[in-house]
């Protein structure tokens, strides 16, 4: 356990609506990721943090922003959900002297 | 751009029979190389990762996997495999030690008992 929590877990929601989701881990990782997860694309990042109000963009960015306040939290929005983006997301952190990666439990996202 | 590829999208096989999942990259420069399993409702598990030396590597739950630069490839094996097996796998790789991973498309195991 990688000391990652997600939330929320599942959420259904329309199209237009504004969804955050939201990312804590307890370790104070300085590394930060947001994938989506879609059968056959395996998982695509979307944004990434390396500290601190420092992040970037991912390879499936688009419609999708992020902020991250706190080392703890790292949250994605999408400003006005799509059904294109009905997925699941993964929030993943990464040591600052680690090479690989780790991952939390996942949000499942129905945009209607 | 890099890419990761697994060519085996969905394999099924019986207990014992042993396993073998195919990935290939596509960068010639320093990689980092990882394998992920998904069991069903469960988030991704490191399974093994390669970084240098030996090239091959011993993961967890019996799992293996050869790296073979001049094929650009790091196949993932397994002797025998067992029904607890059943779930997806996903080959990762880090290029040049950069921030990003870049994900395969995923192969769906299914063991028969």
């Known amino acids: 356990d990688a000391g990652i929590t997600q939330s929320p877990r599942h959420k259904v929601t329309e199209t237009g609506t504004p969804v955050t989701l939201r990312c804590h881990q307890t370790?104070?990782?300085?590394?930060m990721y947001w994938y989506r997860q879609d059968p056959g694309h395996g998982l695509r990042l979307i944004h990434y943090s390396y500290g601190v109000k420092d992040t970037d963009k991912g390879e499936v960015s688009d419609g999708y922003s992020v902020s991250r306040s706190k080392t703890e939290d790292f949250l994605l929005t999408l400003e006005s959900a799509t059904s294109s983006q009905t997925s699941v997301y993964f929030c993943?952190?990464?040591?600052?002297?680690?090479?690989?990666?780790?991952f939390g439990p996942g949000t499942r996202l129905t945009v209607l | 751009a890099q890419s990761v590829s697994q060519h085996n999208h969905h394999v099924i096989l019986s207990e014992a029979a042993s396993l073998e999942l195919g990935c290939n990259y596509s960068y010639g420069g320093t990689v980092n190389l990882f394998w992920y399993v998904q069991y069903p409702g469960q988030h991704l598990q490191l399974l093994l990762k390669y970084f240098s030396g030996d090239p091959l590597v011993k993961g967890i739950k019996g799992f293996e996997a050869e790296f073979i630069k001049s094929k650009f490839s790091f196949n993932l094996r397994k002797p025998s495999v067992q029904w607890s097996d059943t779930a997806e796998y996903f080959c990762a790789a880090r290029i040049n030690a950069g921030n990003m991973l870049t994900f395969g498309g995923g192969t769906r195991l299914m063991v028969k008992p």
């Open positions: 370790e104070n990782h300085r590394y």
């Open positions: 993943a952190i990464r040591p600052g002297d680690s090479k690989e990666e780790y």
